[in-house]
Each structure stands twice: as structure tokens, then as C-alpha cells.
T-cell receptor, first 114, second 115 residues
Framework: EDQVTQSPEALRLQEGESSSLNCSYT??????LFWYRQDPGKGPEFLFT???AGEEKEKERLKATLTKKESFLHITAPKPEDSATYLC???????????????FGTGTLLAVQP | DAGITQSPRYKITETGRQVTLMCHQT?????MFWYRQDLGHGLRLIYY???????DKGEVPDGYVVSRSKTENFPLTLESATRSQTSVYFC??????????????FGPGTRLLVL
């Protein structure tokens, strides 16, 4: 069964204190891995898509990496505005005819204190 | 560019009533999706549509009905609302299939409370 596990569930950082969020996945053929940011009361906001092991993508203070079993979201020198819930999702290559289903983890709640 | 919008943003209803949640996208994306988000479960797919008049079940379809007569609209109907359907509902869309087209973009959500 396809599954996504995110850790830690919650993380509190001081401003400037770099860290990483983990997304471990089990999927029958990875079609894509997605990172989203979700602010309270809002919809998920797209950050990155990774398609194959070894791929990396960066955006401002965020960098996402992918291996065959997990993905990391590295946050370098975070600021209070980076506080949000970060969601990871995978898309299986083999689910259904159109492989459209995203399997989401339950997210990591990040709080960055000034 | 409005992107993807949902209405209403908040809804309170009673058990047994029919409720329709609306989703509208301005990107002409082929695919549209409905998810629900509950504490401890993350986002779960209810239904999706690959094109107008083409819909399919997701992970938790029971108690829900969808239709898609126009590419830009994808309404979700709760035929007879139950308390277990209290949740936050998100609509999403993507342009197609293949590298660069698989990313799903989400709307702002509808918060539904069933009393």
C-alpha cells in the first residue's frame, strides 16, 4: 500500500537555525513527489516537484532533495515567515488508469521564533 | 488571474440536508480534484475528473456526488450530510499528465460544519 510518513510532526526553530524535514514514502513506482506549504486557514501552496532520485530543487531558503525512499526539505536560516505546515505527497506510477491520486503525509508544523 | 476559487468558504448545515460545494478554475486545466482534510488523516481524495463529463472515485467517495458539465467547474454535492462529513474541503486542478504537468494547484478551501 502506498504510504507517506512525515517527521517530525512539529518543529520549533529559532530564526536562523537551519534544519530539515523528512518525508519517507512507500510507493509502487514513483511518478512524482510534491512539497506544499500550508498556512492556517488556507489551501496548500505548491513548492516543488521531484521526479527521480538524486534530483534537487531550491527556492529561496528551501531546498528539496529526493532519494529512492525519502525526501528532505532543508530550510536554511529560516525566518518567522517560514512558519507553516509543510506537506509532502507522492504520486504512484501505477494507481488506476490515469495515476492521478496524490498520497499525502500528515505534515510537519514548523514554527520559527524571532 | 483568479486561478482556482471555491464557494462558499464557510458553511454550516444540518444532518440530512443536501449541500453543494462549488469549485471554479480559470486555467482551463483538464483535471480537477476534490479532497477533504481532517486532523490525523491529511488530505484524502474524494473524486476527480479528467475532463468534462469524465469523473472517477478517489479514496473516500461514499456520500458524495460530483459532476462536470463544463471544464472550469467541478461541484461536489453531499446528498444527505452526516456529522462525519464535517471537514475542510479543497478543490485542486492540474493541466494534464507527464513531466511538468502533474502538479496540482489548490483552492482556498471550504470549511463545512454539519450539526
Amino acid at each position: 500500500e502506498d504510504q507517506v510518513t512525515q517527521s517530525p510532526e512539529a518543529l520549533r526553530l529559532q530564526e536562523g537555525e537551519s534544519s530539515s524535514l523528512n518525508c519517507s514514502y512507500t510507493v509502487s513506482g514513483l511518478r512524482g513527489l510534491f512539497w506544499y506549504r500550508q498556512d492556517p486557514g488556507k489551501g496548500p501552496e505548491f513548492l516543488f516537484t521531484l521526479y527521480s532520485a538524486g534530483e534537487e530543487k531550491e527556492k529561496e531558503r528551501l531546498k528539496a532533495t529526493l532519494t529512492k525512499k525519502e525526501s528532505f526539505l532543508h530550510i536554511t536560516a529560516p525566518k518567522p515567515e517560514d512558519s507553516a505546515t509543510y506537506l509532502c505527497a507522492v504520486q504512484s506510477r501505477y494507481y488506476g488508469g490515469a495515476t492521478n491520486k496524490l498520497i499525502f503525509g500528515t505534515g510537519t508544523l514548523l514554527a520559527v521564533q524571532p | 488571474d483568479a486561478g482556482i476559487t471555491q464557494s462558499p468558504r464557510y458553511k454550516i448545515t444540518e444532518t440530512g440536508r443536501q449541500v453543494t460545494l462549488m469549485c471554479h478554475q480559470t486555467w482551463s486545466h483538464s483535471y480537477m480534484f476534490w479532497y477533504r482534510q481532517d486532523l490525523g488523516h491529511g488530505l484524502r481524495l474524494i473524486y476527480y475528473s479528467a475532463a468534462a463529463d469524465i469523473t472517477d472515485k478517489g479514496e473516500v467517495p461514499d456520500g458524495y456526488v460530483v459532476s462536470r458539465s463544463k471544464t472550469e467547474n467541478f461541484p461536489l454535492t453531499l446528498e444527505s450530510a452526516t456529522r462525519s462529513q464535517t471537514s475542510v474541503y479543497f478543490c485542486a486542478s492540474k493541466s494534464g499528465q507527464g513531466v511538468g504537468r502533474e502538479t496540482q494547484y489548490f483552492g482556498p478551501g471550504t470549511r463545512l460544519l454539519v450539526l
